[in-house]
């Protein structure tokens, strides 16, 4: 089909502050080989791209240098070498970048359909969220069932999906909250044990339960001596973020004494057969969590595409709860 030249999108004008997101008129994307182009319905907001606004979180060299990591819409053009997508289909996807936009280009095998029951909003927040809970928590972390798994910032969009897919598993989930209205939210959603980290401590309270065996992370700092301290024997922390820092002090005895793991990932930097690998993987067992009930979409608040920075400031704000999203085409 023929699309127009040009399209909205979202620049970053500079490296600072949410104000720096500035709505501006682009050219359309190209689908390359293996790639499709999809008119965005939704786009999902995640911490990635506030980092990425922040001048901290540079985009692949190949990739749009406009924020947006996940999107919903429908194809509109298919790229040489793409079989399973046609013009017209609706689709979820994981981006490279670029979802800040009416028009975005990804690989086609990064794309997925929109599970039964969902609608075009709730698809703009799995991607994301669903890639990198599963890769990390079962195909890095290797969750069992009645094991014991502690999520930090439960009530953000990667907590809430956290909490749900490995309750569906049959762990025992425990989160971390900055409220007793967030850890409410976390026992809503499957937690057993939900902790205010503001008045609370997770360590003694891991401690009580014999130990996590598994650990999401995304706070770091000063939290990786004690997620340390909070493990079972044996147990496994992955890591996915460092809102307080990448850099700590360790004593690294206890891990040998206690035959722990210490791992972690970033999404975006990964090849394509890797993202591809893990969208199959999402769609064959979490696709069927969400059809059943077992796995639901946590919303917070939707804006407007030319709203962008609002998001930003909501999502930095640390008062929301799940995902927060962009109205871009709906």
């Keep these: 089909m023929t699309l127009s030249h040009s ?26 080989h293996g790639q499709i182009v999809i008119r965005v319905a939704w786009a999902g907001v995640n911490r990635p791209d506030a980092l990425q606004r922040a001048g901290a979180y540079a985009p692949p060299p190949s990739a749009s240098p406009l924020p947006g990591l996940e999107c919903s819409g429908t194809v509109v053009e298919v790229g040489p070498g793409v079989t399973r997508w046609q013009i017209g289909d609706q689709v979820c996807a994981l981006l490279p970048g670029g979802g800040y936009a009416e028009y ?32 990390n928590v079962v195909m890095r972390g290797g969750l069992q069932a009645g094991e014991r798994f502690l999520v930090h910032g439960g ?16 762990a025992r989930v425990f989160a971390t909250a900055g409220s007793e209205e967030k850890c409410e939210v976390c026992r809503s959603l499957g937690a057993e044990g939900a902790v205010n980290y503001r008045t609370d401590d997770f360590v003694a309270v891991m401690r009580a339960e014999r130990g996590a065996n598994l650990i999401l992370d995304m706070v770091g700092g000063p939290y990786i001596e004690r997620n340390i301290k909070a493990l079972a024997d044996d147990g496994r922390l992955v890591q996915i973020a460092f809102l307080q820092g990448p850099k700590v002090t360790l004593n690294l ?54 709203n962008a920075a609002a998001a930003h400031w909501r999502l930095e704000s640390g008062g929301h709860v799940g995902k927060i999203v962009l109205k871009v085409g709906a």
Excluded at 155 to 165: F, K, N, Y
Aim: charged residues 20%.
């Design 155 to 170: 009530t953000s969009g990667i907590g809430t999906t956290a909490i749900q897919i490995a309750r569906a598993l049959g």
């Design 104 to 135: 975005v280009a990804t690989p086609g095998a990064h794309a997925l359909p929109i599970p039964k029951g969902i609608s075009l909003r709730e698809a703009a927040c799995l991607p994301e969220t669903c890639f990198t809970v599963w890769s």
């Design 7 to 32: 399209m909205l999108a979202i620049e970053i004008s500079a490296p600072g502050g949410p104000d720096v997101l500035t709505p501006a008129s682009v050219p359309v994307p190209v689908p390359g």
């Design 253 to 306: 005895a206890e891990m040998m004494t206690r035959r722990m793991t210490l791992t972690g990932s970033t999404l975006r930097p990964q090849s394509d057969l890797a993202k591809a690998r893990i969208a199959r993987a999402v769609e064959t067992e979490v696709w069927p969590m969400i059809e059943r009930g077992a796995v639901k979409v946590v919303m917070d608040s939707e804006h407007a595409l030319e």
